[in-house]
């Protein structure tokens, strides 16, 4: 059965930073495609930043460029979404997708909330 599971979620203050995590269990993770997407309240779902495999590129939204990093450990089959200078506009719940070859698998979601 495959399991990404989130976590690292929180309340933040304003430029403040936090670390996303999404662990894979059940896929050869190695393979996948690894994306964060958010989605906040009343709006459609926002792909944030991506893992791309075979190549090995990045890629992010302009709103997390220059903001947010995503890495990734192929050997803790873990996704990582390092975030800084936040601020109010990117509270919502983050979710990390995997994909490969038709495949495609969600997290249930880890909330991220930006608040003085």
């Known amino acids: 059965q495959v399991q990404l599971v989130e976590s690292g979620g929180g309340l933040v203050q304003p430029g403040g930073s936090l670390t996303l995590s999404c662990t894979a269990s059940g896929i050869n993770f190695k393979f996948y495609t690894m994306k964060w997407y958010r989605q906040a309240p009343g709006k459609e779902r926002e792909l944030v930043a991506t893992?791309?495999?075979?190549?090995?590129?990045?890629s992010y939204a302009d709103s997390a460029k220059g903001r947010f990093t995503i890495s990734r450990d192929d050997v803790a089959d873990t996704v990582y979404l390092q975030m800084s200078s936040l601020k109010l506009e990117d509270t919502a719940e983050y979710f990390c997708?995997?994909?490969?070859?038709?495949?495609?698998?969600w997290g249930q979601g880890t909330q991220v909330t930006v608040s003085s």
């Open positions: 893992s791309t495999r075979p190549s090995g590129s990045t």
């Open positions: 997708n995997a994909g490969w070859r038709g495949f495609d698998y």
